[in-house]
């Protein structure tokens, strides 16, 4: 599982991060809150840990504005800012948990393992030989790992989760974007185009007039 880490305290950095990479985490590390923005449009991340009062863009910044353009990362929120009104602001934000620093690391580590479980992290679904992971956006194939965006796992996973239902692109619209986000009926046959780029199988069948059909053959 992969985290990014906003930190500008590179003692304290060093020591997360150390400390989540001994825990079994993927994790990259960001002193400066532009870099790490930048690196969460370019990456697929699982989790976000951020400080707020980091140079350039602060967390506060960030995570209003990922959550703007419907991102939903899970985010927790590690800072010195203490006031209940900081506090509210996190979470009205679209933080899932504010860690009040000065914590123990074993503290941290319960949070981002509760995270993990309800939002179901490190859920594997398994279909025709291949592992998926959702929430990391890969799927396993022997030796080698397909990458893709978040709306492609996203789509992806519900096919697999409907296999063998004609499923038409408003039902995919419905259940895997949100209502302030409605793309059109073209871009759901993009997405649909990459997955079958990323594969052997031909796994999707268009039904004229109806929409697609999963099959594991």
Known sequence: MKILLLEDDVIL???????LLESGYDVE???DGEKALDAIGANSYDMLLLDVNVPNIDGFEILSYLREIGNTTPAIYITSLAGIDDLKKG?????????????ELEELKARVEHIVR???????IEFDGMKFVP???QIYVDDRVIEMRQKEAQVLEYFIRNTGKIISCDEIIENVWDDEQMPAHATIRTYIKNLRKMFTKEYFDNIKGEGYRFNIV
């Open 13 to 19: 950095q060093e020591i997360i991060e150390e400390f």
């Open 135 to 137: 929430k990391a956006h």
């Open 118 to 124: 309800i939002y179901r992290l490190q859920e594997e």
């Open 29 to 31: 590390s960001f002193f």
């Open 91 to 103: 979470f009205d934000l679209g933080a899932d948990d504010y860690l009040r620093k000065p914590f």
